[in-house]
């Protein structure tokens, strides 16, 4: 670095942010800043005037007690800046220009001794180049100073500054008095000898003390690296309510310009009327004086007739037109006369001005980060008090309670319409939603807290019925007539046509029924149908089982002309198939045990997966709310899948209680996102699930008592059909 730039520096180094001169007997206050001693006392003295008993750092803004006598003076002073103070005197050649240390002339010193450590006037170096022992010393000329020779001076031994020992660089460091000293201050006999005291190597003393000073700085460094985090912190949070404030003046205005748009459009609605109003009272005067205007014409006609008859005086014309004339007055004067058209008195009456019900709410919590519990918003039961948690939480997601909070739940039914909720405030950020759900189906739940929706609000309850199932009629019996079944397992609806498709296993053929188990037609197969599923288009998916070996599935026409095979290449043995929602056409191949899921044509195959722990093909799988659901009758076992195909739990267990199975055959899933589920040996009956696992109801009793339930299947008219293959009939609930 170029010397000159260096002593400019080194000069913005040493300038003392008061008074911005070079600083002058500086002082350090215990913030670490340091000042001329003058300037510190200035600033003590204007404290003082102000009645104040404290000072400020002007750097920093620490503040500090203003000592007694208004002046700084016992501040540490800065070896550093003392220093550089004298470094920078050898560029000033005036007052403050270093003088010699070497003589008493008091002379400017033109040269520094780096061995000798002292500055030197002309006359002392020559006395000092004469002398042997100081003649090859290093010596610098201050004029000719070079960047290293002043960073030499700079980091040059410290002198002592006690009487008699200035030439005496500070080598050692008192451990008792906790200073640097010279050696004759170590073995100086007065009072204030450092005699018998511990004395360590400057620079020993100093690695020390720098392992302690980094130690301490580490320290505040990571402490320097907390705040950062909190200016950070405190930065993003008040974008983020900046964002807020000005999320609520738009959604202020919004309201108001909507407001404005509809009294615009009410004013213009109401001008209409008016117009109308008026247009119609005008056309009735304009009738009313037209009418007014024709009997005025004829009377006057009538009246110029006869003057000008009575003013020719014609004896012969008065007798010949005398009688008309009076029988058309007497006319006119006997006519129905028109009434005055009287309009309707228009009034504009106020029945309720517009009022706008808001407020702004300033609040420590923070809508985003406040919840609800989810658990508790998930199926419940019809006509049955059920409550839920809000919790109010702030910015740092600790529960909070703030008394301006405004808490909002809106519980919807299926109808749109609104449930009574009571909220209960526990003042500590806690509130308690009771409420009572009047009907099944999906209701839904929307909370606010100040006016902004809690994350993944709104949410959808599904409100069921213990025992909604109610068993309407059966229809069919054993036999080979039309009607009647040898075997029926497999069933599927077509909702559009209404029609329900059984498979009638041991006589070959699918048969055709209503809603109400009316026969329509059937159609003959080549094999034995086993299940059954309608496509999107009304076409039937057939699973047909030709010998113990050979099962295939085939598309035919809902009035039985085949179409073609599906899933050929990518199935060997189908045994079960269904339609998910999607048109996505779902089996279970007893090859390898899997579940495989096909394009809607059959064509592309999409997934395949298999049950963990289950070497069995899957007797039943249904798709709905992104899951698959499958029944396994021999493991005892119904298990969900997610949309990926990963396991995610099982339903119910082995056993004959509540929620539990003994060969369940099939599941189905209604229109409330229930699962039912075919229980087709040991306790006999249907049994109701939420997709979560949660057991519902049952429906059981003598109707299944020696039966078989098999297969079922939903209708969007709610009702249940069920196969039973031992009674060769169909079971009906609504």
Known sequence: MDVQQLFRNLQKEAECPLCLETVNNPKTLPCLHSFCLECLDKHAGFARRQMQVTIKC?????????????SFKNLPTSYHLNQLVDVLALKDRGAQAQKCGSCDENSTASLYCFVCQNFLCTPCFEAHQRLKATRGHRNVVVEKLQAQDVEDLIHRPVMCSQQYHENQPLEFYCEECKVLICHKCSTHTTVVSHNRHTMTDTQKAAQVQKMQMMDALEKVKAETVVYEKKVRKQTELMDKNKEEIMSCEKKMTDLVEDLIRDLREHERIMKTKFAEIYEAQEKHH??????????????????????????????????????AIVKRCEELLKARKPDIYKPSHVNY???????????????????????????????????????????????????????????????????GDQLETEIKDAKDGKYTVTYTPQCVGQHRVEIQVNGQPLTGSPWVVQVIGPHQYQFAFQFGSY???????????????NDKSRILA?????????????????????????????????????????????????????????????????????????YYVSVSSDGRIITSDSNDKTIKVLTGDGKNLLQSFKAPDCDETPDCVVYQQDKFVASFSSACRVMVFNN??????????????????????????????????????GKRRLQLFTLDGKYIAQIAGSIFENRHPCYAVISNTGHLFVTDSRRHCVYVFH
């Open 58 to 70: 002007p750097v920093c803004q620490t503040s500090f007690q203003i000592p007694e006598g208004d």
């Open 644 to 681: 990926a195909g990963e396991y995610v739990h099982d339903i119910g267990s082995k056993g004959s209680g509540d929620g539990q199975f003994s060969e369940p055959r099939s599941v189905v899933i209604d229109k409330f996102n229930r699962l039912i589920v075919c229980n087709s040996g």
């Open 286 to 323: 304009a009738t009313q004086v037209e009418n007014f205007e024709l009997v005025l014409t004829q009377l006057k006609s009538c009246v110029e007739r006869g003057e000008t008859i009575v003013q020719r005086n014609i004896s012969a014309e008065i007798l010949q037109t005398n009688q």
């Open 349 to 415: 009456m106020v029945e309720q001005k517009v009022k706008i019900l808001d407020r702004i709410v300033v609040s420590d919590t923070d809508p985003s980060l406040s919840l609800a519990e989810v658990a508790s918003l998930k199926d419940v039961r019809e006509k049955l008090e059920t409550n839920f948690t809000i919790v109010t939480r702030n910015s740092d997601e600790g529960q909070c309670y703030q008394e301006e909070d405004v808490i909002t739940v809106n519980i919807l039914n299926p109808a």
């Open 502 to 574: 059984v498979a009638d296993y041991n006589n070959q053929r699918i048969q055709m029924f209503g809603f109400k188990g009316d026969f329509l037609r059937e159609f003959a197969l080549k094999g034995k149908p086993f299940s059954l599923a309608f496509t999107e288009s009304g076409d039937l998916l057939v699973r047909l089982t030709y010998d113990k070996s050979t099962t295939k599935n085939l598309l035919f026409t809902e009035n039985g002309q085949f179409i073609k095979y599906i899933g050929g290449e990518h199935i060997k043995t189908p």
């Open 479 to 493: 036999g080979k007539e039309q009607g009647q079944f040898n075997y029926p397992w497999g069933i599927a609806v």
